[in-house]
């Protein structure tokens, strides 16, 4: 599965809210696989992934806000010692994330400039 690597905060946040209705079901479908397959092997990945899929911020492949995210991306990329292209189980790389971000001061760092980091920042469950 390719995943972005801020996809790996957004998918232990999830709580059931979505941009859409077709969005919220593929987020609800991809967090239940991770869930009950923690050790599915995740590709991150640059660009548009599998969350990328049916978001209505995807313009033909492209993100709408490419430059926030990006950023996003290449903070989680540096925090969690990974690399684009690079094949990691899910549940240990999410593990890393939370570690490292969700129980630090970066998650604010990172996240402060997404429409949901106030829902996040409230939500404590997390999905391996």
Known sequence: MNLRPHHLLCIQKFTGHGYDSDFTAHMESVVSELSENPQTQITVAQGCDELCKVCPNNISGVCASLEKVSLMD???????????????????????????????????????????????????????
Request: glycine share 4%; aromatic share 14%.
């Open 74 to 128: 290449s903070a989680v990329l540096g925090i969690c010692d990974l690399a684009y292209g690079e094949n990691v189980p899910w549940a240990k790389t999410a593990k890393k994330a939370r570690e490292r971000i969700f129980e630090t001061e970066e998650f604010k760092k990172i996240c402060a400039c997404c429409q949901w980091f106030e829902l996040c920042r409230r939500t404590e469950v997390y999905y391996e």
